[in-house]
């Protein structure tokens, strides 16, 4: 990954301005009950700063004590997502470790989820949603090579990779945008959303508006965080899944195979295997890391870190690269046996639309 640019004066100042007013602007009211089941029987599971761009603030995830859906409690504002979104290329991490901590993978991981649907269809038009660059589009043409991929997504990448060759039609925004949901009305065979429920506001809303753009028989293709993972136990704000601020939910597989059945579909498959990500240690380590380690030079922050300030982040970012590498390598090496217990970090669903 290339370095970040630096910041310039401009930019500092912007984030300055919008810093002078706190953060608290950029939080919803509390809620008292659970947005998927309405109980009021919530616990913290967990409080934490932003890891992986520390920006300020801090943020809270509850979970409930009926359905055990855990969601960001109080949850961002759109503001609060546009901050916190913001600048993604700039936080706190080398290249290795932004590899490690971006989920959920590579062309083969890709092709590996693509070959999911083949014992259910042979789609003519498939809308990736959340697509960014169109890496898995560009995967999956090579297990469905009379598919036609579109990609959807709500910053300008799908553009890119539309003219990258990605994907045929992009567009730009949000599936739940009542414009778009109409103009895709049921155009497709094959809906997919890896890990991009749980950067949703309304997850509901989401499935709904998947619903809308496909055609009948049509299939649902999702990939989405496991919050029953005893990592998250284990590791606490460590454990990537959290990604906070800008994971909003983690949904148990019981509660989203509910809804898929209450909107009229059904579940065809299942799977907690194929779809772990062998980042959990690693990932742990790096966003420990990034926290130790003197501050990049980031515009959110009021002035850029002294030369001896530099010197000594680059150094210990070189002395703990092997100590990264070799915690990656045991995490792929433990895989194959992760992936077949309930230390398993996400899951797969595939549901047909019945009407």
Not at 96 to 102: F, S, W
Not at 197 to 210: D, M, S, V
Not at 229 to 256: D, E, I, T, V
């Given at each position: 990954m290339p370095p970040a640019p630096q910041p310039t004066a401009e930019r500092r100042a912007a984030y300055a301005a919008d810093l002078a007013q706190g953060t608290a602007r950029f939080h919803e009211p509390r809620r008292a009950d659970c947005p998927w089941c309405g109980s009021k029987r919530l616990r913290t599971r967990l409080r934490t700063p932003d890891l992986r761009?520390?920006?300020?603030?801090?943020?809270?995830?509850?979970?409930?004590?009926?359905?055990?859906?855990?969601?960001?409690?109080?949850?961002?504002?759109?503001?609060g997502l546009a901050f916190y979104h913001r600048d993604p290329g700039e936080d706190?991490?080398?290249?290795?470790?932004?590899?490690?901590?971006?989920?959920?993978?590579?062309?083969?991981?890709?092709r590996a989820a693509a070959r999911a649907l083949l014992p259910f269809a042979e789609p003519e038009s498939w809308l990736d949603v959340g697509t960014g660059h169109g890496r898995f589009p560009a995967a999956a043409k090579e297990v469905h090579p009379y598919t036609s991929f579109d990609g959807l997504d709500a910053t300008r990448r799908v553009e890119r990779a539309r003219a990258a060759g990605r994907v045929e039609e992009a567009h730009v925004g949000r599936l739940t945008d009542p414009v778009i949901g109409e103009r895709l009305r049921a155009r497709y065979d094959v809906v997919s959303m890896f890990h991009?429920?749980?950067?949703?506001?309304?997850?509901?809303?989401?499935?709904?508006?998947?619903?809308q753009v496909l055609r009948p028989g049509g299939h649902l293709l999702a990939e989405v965080p496991d919050p029953d993972?005893?990592?998250?136990?284990?590791?606490?704000?460590?454990?990537?899944?959290?990604?906070?601020?800008?994971?909003?939910?983690?949904?148990?597989?019981?509660?989203?195979l509910g809804e898929l059945e209450s909107l009229g579909c059904a579940v065809v498959a299942t799977d907690r295997r194929e779809p772990h990500v062998p980042h959990d240690l690693s990932g742990a380590l790096?966003?420990?890391?990034?926290?130790?380690?003197?501050?990049?030079?980031?515009?959110?922050?009021?002035?850029?870190?002294?030369?001896?300030?530099?010197?000594?982040?680059?150094?210990?970012?070189?002395?703990?690269?092997?100590?990264?590498?070799?915690t990656a390598a045991l995490d792929r090496l433990l895989a194959p046996l992760l992936c077949r217990t309930r230390f398993s970090n996400a899951y797969r669903v595939v549901a047909r639309k019945e009407t």
């Open positions: 761009q520390r920006k300020p603030g801090t943020f809270v995830v509850d979970e409930c004590g009926d359905c055990a859906h855990a969601f960001q409690n109080p949850r961002l504002t759109p503001e706190a991490h080398d290249g290795l470790a932004e590899r490690l901590l971006d989920a959920p993978g590579g062309a083969g991981r890709h991009h429920l749980e950067h949703t506001p309304e997850p509901r809303e989401e499935l709904r508006a998947a619903l993972c005893p990592f998250g136990a284990l590791l606490g704000k460590w454990w990537p899944a959290y990604g906070q601020p800008r994971h909003l939910h983690l949904m148990p597989l019981s509660n989203l790096a966003l420990a890391l990034g926290r130790a380690l003197p501050g990049p030079d980031a515009p959110w922050r009021p002035a850029p870190p002294t030369p001896l300030q530099r010197t000594a982040r680059l150094a210990l970012g070189r002395a703990s690269a092997p100590l990264l590498a070799s």
